[in-house]
């Protein structure tokens, strides 16, 4: 039987892989706020974690943190799931009961993500406030490369999406996460107008008034679902979220007055800025 000690280090060395990864940091102190440890195990974990990749951390002083290496090669395997959990909400995934997760009494119906590896270099940048250079797949214009300046992860029912000042349009501009089909490290720091505050849409709220699709059979039950009230529900956001929200809960925008009920079960009835 597999020491129970062996067990616990293995999950974080796992997490100091993972934000290495992802983060382009790690230290001691994130790694004891995580388990609940104190310095001294957390020094030995660090001291495992270089002995089983001695080429892959380098101290950084700027940073008062390791940081991965031009040679970084990842130890363990994560999903893309784990680094969006990281980023997002500061959680790690744990499989508590793998049969669970086998349970033929459920399914889930996956979403569409890139590869980790793929994408890792744009979680780097949006953590440490640097750019990234990456190559994406436009239904405009095909495959380019272009230099972002990530400052927001978007997350939505089935993508993800990264917020980044784009210099080849020399604009803000939301990028679908599985449309990166490379993506390259740099040292380049952000410019003060290229950051979230000079975002224009991301940092203007709007009032969307949201009500029932045509003339459904049964009105009611569109009301209870969504918990609408007198017909209707106000809902407030920012500006550049509203295309991702309309997608995301199948609403009829203004300007389409004839799509089927059944499809859109909601329209936009206006939309005013705050």
């Given at each position: 039987m597999e020491n129970i000690t062996d067990i616990r280090q293995e999950r974080r060395l796992r997490y100091i892989d993972l934000c290495a990864f992802v983060l382009g940091t790690t230290n001691r102190r994130q790694l004891m706020n995580r388990f609940e440890i104190k310095e001294a195990w957390s020094t030995r974990d660090f001291k495992r974690y270089q002995e089983m990749a001695e080429n892959n951390l380098i101290y950084n002083h700027r940073l008062r943190a390791y940081a991965p290496t031009k040679w970084f090669s990842p130890c363990f395997e994560h999903q893309i799931e784990e680094a969006i959990d990281l980023i997002s909400s500061g959680t790690q995934r744990l499989v508590c009961e793998p049969k669970f997760a086998e349970n033929v009494n459920s399914y889930r119906i996956p979403s569409v993500l890139p590869e980790l590896k793929v994408v890792a270099p744009i979680f780097r940048a949006l953590n440490l406030g640097i750019k990234v250079d990456i190559n994406y797949l436009s239904r405009s214009s095909g495959e380019s490369s272009r230099i972002i300046a990530p400052h927001t992860l978007i997350e939505t029912g089935n993508f993800v999406y990264i917020r980044a000042f784009d210099h080849k349009s020399g604009d803000f501009r939301s990028f679908k996460l599985n449309r990166v089909v490379a993506s390259r490290d740099s040292e380049i720091s952000v410019e003060e107008n290229q950051t979230k505050t000079f975002d224009p849409d991301w940092n203007q709220e709007?009032?969307?008034?949201?009500?029932?699709?045509?003339?459904?059979?049964?009105?009611?039950?569109?009301?209870?679902?969504?918990?609408?009230?007198?017909?209707?529900?106000?809902?407030?956001?920012?500006?550049?979220?509203?295309?991702?929200?309309?997608?995301?809960?199948?609403?009829?925008?203004?300007?389409?007055?004839?799509?089927?009920?059944?499809?859109?079960?909601?329209?936009?009835?206006?939309?005013?800025?705050?």
């Open positions: 709007v009032e969307i008034t949201i009500g029932i699709n045509g003339k459904p059979k049964n009105p009611e039950t569109i009301t209870f679902d969504y918990g609408l009230e007198s017909g209707q529900i106000v809902l407030k956001m920012r500006k550049a979220l509203v295309f991702y929200f309309l997608s995301d809960w199948n609403i009829a925008p203004l300007e389409y007055d004839c799509l089927p009920d059944k499809l859109f079960p909601l329209k936009v009835l206006k939309i005013n800025a705050l």
